[in-house]
């Protein structure tokens, strides 16, 4: 088995050297296309003027991947750490961040959805719970490092922004379908078409997958999932100027809990966007967005335990426009987030609500030719009547065409509006009862960066590599308190210091061959030596290797190799010391010759251990395959 999948790899990089000069043409249009970015700073620009460290994973590199988790897509980018595990009663498949500060929740990573926000009244995300299928992901784009000067609170540490596919208006369906062990299989289905000038795209997914094992031997744990997922959007052309763009779409899950109780949560979700957009002239645009998220759950075995809902509402105008014959380029606007709660359970009353404005200013300046300036600032004001600044500044210097060196210095805070459990009396049902503290300070995050990206061999090899320092200040802890009874309540308690270091290189043949490695460095440390909460639960070194490659008679095949050293993580009342380990996961794929849209692949993840343990939730995670089909109708061959 092992030498099958050494194998494996030297064959997809032997193919790679030996094809390094096709295609070069396409190849070099399609490196122009993926360098481009939004996230960074709310406008599109080039990665090289990028105020901040990036990453961009293709919807090429999406499908390449053959993962079945959202979550998967993350696993082998740099300063990610992303941990398989069902931490809570809220059954959260995924630990996420970046940077360090691993827990169930990270508050300080903000996801956001086509540039809507994901955060739930827990402070964080739920990853199996997005509304999204990895088949509608166009691309993702991930900022590394503070970016709360444009986005407030949550964006602490960094930004994933995942953008689905746009409708193209072509009369196409696709069919995709796998199965594999550990009882799991996915169907899904997706239209784009048009109506004149009003495009849209139609997607569904249904996935099931069974139980994990438990780490002590013979025992089966009952955390199913089922899930369902539906995704519109939609592309209306008013005129050369105008456009309107709508989302929508919800979830619809059922979880199974660990518990030793036989329960499970019962996850309903559905939102709706809708942006305008408007060209004020050639160098001036505006764009207005308002969004709308509902989502109920319900934790119950025999009879209900717990249910909540919650109402988010997000309201932005954006202004963009450039000035001074092309030097100058600002960015600005206003955002209204408005969150409320309803929970017997969590929040006993008429329920909770928060809401706050934001506004703020992006600033680029051209001092020379070879020199860039980056300024953003952003004020929030929220319901409890106190006000934080965000603001960063960046300086980058091309010394010569595509190399580029960067300076950067941010202020971040993370206000405890975040998660309303924190502020507010919440929990009383439970032993001890949760008290909220309305008396929190935000945390506040100083960070310190310097960074490189490099292109080489006409764009063909790109190296990036990157140096942060970032003190947590006001870091809020849970801890229990006496008064009036026995509960567990927050404080401003701790002070963390994170270093690190993040260095990839990737070169790539041609749009559909390329290579990467990557490596990541953390260390953490706070005033409390808080092991296994704070310090020491990421891994200090971790090193990424993957690639894909045609293969040749309609094969092509991917990989990804990674390697973790040991950490030490507390979830609740319960400790892992991990060991180090490494994951492989690979997917071979087959088109078939007479029918060019319609393609056989087999793919899987875990593949260097039958089983290994992550989180400290007592749940094994297994060596997992399936095998499938996408077929796509309507399209030429």
């Known amino acids: 088995m092992r030498f099958l999948r050494l194998s494996l790899i030297a064959i997809l990089c032997a193919s790679s050297l030996v094809q390094a000069r096709a295609d070069t043409g396409d190849a070099l249009r399609f490196f122009e296309e993926e ?5 960074a700073s709310r406008r599109p620009q080039s990665i090289q003027e990028a105020p901040a460290a990036v990453d961009v994973i293709t919807a090429e590199d999406i499908k390449a991947s053959g993962a079945f988790n959202l979550w998967d897509l993350l696993r082998f980018r740099p300063g990610m750490n992303v941990i398989d595990g069902h931490p809570g009663i809220t059954a959260n498949r995924a630990v996420v961040s970046v940077r360090g500060f691993t827990e169930s929740f990270a508050r300080n990573l903000l996801v956001l959805l086509d540039g809507r926000k994901t955060y739930t009244d827990t402070g964080g995300v739920d990853w199996a719970q997005l509304p999204v299928n990895i088949q509608d992901i166009e691309r993702i784009e991930i900022i590394r490092g503070p970016n709360a000067a444009l986005y407030g609170s949550g964006a602490g540490l960094g930004v994933i922004n ?8 072509s009369e196409t369906a696709t069919l995709d379908g ?9 169907t899904y289905e997706a239209v784009d078409s048009s109506l004149k000038t009003f495009d849209y795209r139609l997607s569904h997914s249904y996935i099931h997958q069974g139980n994990f094992d438990n780490v002590a031997e013979g025992e089966i744990a009952d955390d199913f999932f089922h899930s369902n997922k539906g995704n519109f959007s939609s592309h209306w052309n008013l005129n050369e100027n105008s456009q309107f763009e709508l989302f929508a779409g919800g979830t619809w899950n059922d979880t199974g809990l660990e518990d030793g109780a036989n329960s499970h949560n019962q996850f309903n979700q559905h939102f709706e966007m809708l942006k305008f957009s408007e060209k004020l002239g050639r160098n001036s645009h505006v764009e ?10 319900g934790i119950s075995n025999d009879i209900p335990v717990s249910h909540s809902r919650t109402y988010q509402y997000d309201e932005q105008i954006l202004h963009q426009i450039d000035w001074g014959h092309g030097r100058m380029k600002s960015t600005y606007g206003i955002d209204y987030e408005l969150a409320k709660v309803n929970s017997q359970t969590d929040y006993p009353g008429p329920g909770v609500k928060s809401w706050l404005y934001r506004g703020y200013v992006n600033q680029t300046a051209q001092i020379t030719q070879h020199l860039l300036s980056v300024g953003a600032f952003s004020w929030e004001t929220r319901d409890n009547g106190k006000s934080d600044p965000n603001y960063q500044l960046s300086q980058l210097w091309e010394a010569i065409k595509n190399h580029t060196f960067r300076l950067s210095y941010s202020v971040a805070h993370t206000v405890p509006t975040a998660s309303l459990l924190d502020r507010h009396q919440a929990a009383t049902l439970t032993s001890p009862p949760v008290y909220g503290n309305p008396d929190l300070r935000p945390q506040a995050l100083t960070s310190y960066e310097m960074g490189y990206r490099g292109g080489l061999l006409d764009q063909h090899l790109l190296v990036d590599a990157d140096l942060f320092y970032t003190v947590v200040k006001d870091k809020d ?22 270093r690190g270091a993040e260095m990839e290189m990737k070169y790539r043949f041609s749009l559909t061959r390329s290579l990467f490695v990557n490596y990541t460095y953390e260390h953490i440390t706070d005033t409390f030596g808080n092991t296994g909460e704070v310090t020491d639960n990421t891994p200090s070194h971790a090193v990424n290797l993957g690639g894909m490659a045609d293969l040749g008679h309609g094969f092509s095949g991917s990989f990804n190799l990674g390697y973790k050293n040991s950490y030490f993580i507390a979830f609740q009342a319960d400790s892992l010391a991990a060991h180090a380990y490494c994951r492989l996961d690979a997917r071979l794929a087959y088109v078939l010759p007479r029918y060019k849209n319609a393609e056989l692949y087999v793919a899987g993840q875990n593949l260097t251990a039958p089983t290994h343990q992550e989180y400290a939730d007592g749940l094994a995670i297994p060596r997992t395959y399936q095998a499938g089909m996408n077929v796509k109708f309507g399209c030429p061959i």
């Open 288 to 297: 207005v967005t308002s969004s709308h998220n509902d989502f109920t759950s």
């Open 35 to 39: 360098a481009k970015i939004t996230t």
């Open 162 to 169: 995942i953008i689905t596919k746009k409708p193209s208006g």
């Open 477 to 498: 802890e849970s801890f229990f308190s006496d008064t009036p009874v026995l509960n567990l309540t927050f404080a401003n308690l701790n002070r963390a210091i994170a």
């Open 178 to 186: 796998r199965g594999g062990n550990r009882d799991t299989f996915q």
